[in-house]
DNA sequence: AAGTGGTCTAGACCACCTT
DNA sequence: AGGTGGTCTAGACCACTTA
């Protein structure tokens, strides 16, 4: 337990935000157990900071799923297992359904443009095999288009679990042929919001999320 | 600012759970103007508390959208207006949809025994117009139903936005044939599970939470 | 360059569980 | 009653903004 990864502030972001995604890290690398009674003494310990910023990281990962606290009595590790991804995918098909729905009569010519230039960066990280830069790019284009729903408070629970699958998707990688299908799935979705087809749209991205985590949860299995 | 009514720990839940409480009904109550900054010295002189319990609350109030925290930055009130009580409303009808969906072919002869039993503790509540166990009845009734479908992230940002509009409520009131409205529907929704018709009942609860929401926003009108 | 106000630390306090 | 561990306080620290 105390092979204690220090927490170093390098840049001026806040102190609970490095144990937060630390923290979220760990948990998704299985450090912690399912279960687990996460211990703010020794989370505190853990990363050489004191009780209130891993209070603060613990609550914010309850607001993602991973943590569930107690009042009185503490914070522990929720299990993600493949029903945990599954309910977590289901709550995107449903807001993320209701987003595209929303936001597809209001796309202006600019904002389709914007989307096309972002999906073929997309394109071209995929094609190079990074990672990251796939992540990155895939999220920008949906969250260009969430964003014109004008649902606030939906986009941020949305974005507020992304950080978590991203990590999955980080440690996992994508299926042989998950990112040809992203690709496709995402042109699909681009001529369906040019003709301002909302509900052929909203279906695509209902699909869409279902594959996602058919793929995520089949790569997990290995 | 300062005829701060001073928090008092009767009970034995933590400071900032009243904290956040109050501050909730206070900001749906008008009395912090919609954008206004919510300084964590102020509020704690105001509540009689130190800071931490204060940014605590803070931060869960985040999590039901009624405040927008920047780290560095401090924390501001969002406006509660018609946009945000639709937004709330639209997440709702997406995920009980979804929930409800899910729930209808799980759901047991117990299941729907009890339900009856609660939606008729309900009509009784509404009948006598008891504002107070209506609401309550109402919550335990969805909660129940929501509860079998197997997804607690889900239901856990249902009943976080909860707690919000139950505020509203309280304050407003429901429109005068609005109680009757709302016991036919939940008859309707429960012939629907019996006969285990998870369409009908997912289109039947979506059309629920968009009364409800066009029955609070013309009460909030007046 | 000082001021404002969010963030962090150390330690006291107190709720809950065990003996 | 004692122990464990979550919660709260007071004040120091530091990021960001004004001039």
Redesign the interface.
Known sequence: MEPATQVINLA???IY?RVRDQLRQEILGGVFAAGARLKIADLAGRYGVSQ?PV??AL??LQ?E?LVLIE??KGARVRKVDE??IV??Y??F???E??LIR?ATPLLSAADLRQSRAIEQAFEAAGKQGDLDGSLRQNQLFHHLLYQRA?????L??IERHWGLIDCLRRKHGFGPRRIAAVIDEHRRLLRALEDHDAKTAESLVRDHCAHAREDLVEQMRE
Chains 1, 2 share one sequence.
Do not use: S, Y
């Open positions: 001026g972001d806040p935000a209130m209070r603060e609550q914010q607001g799923g009042p009185n029903a945990f309910n977590v289901e709550i098909g449903a807001l359904g209701l929303r004008g649902n606030a408070e939906a941020e629970i």
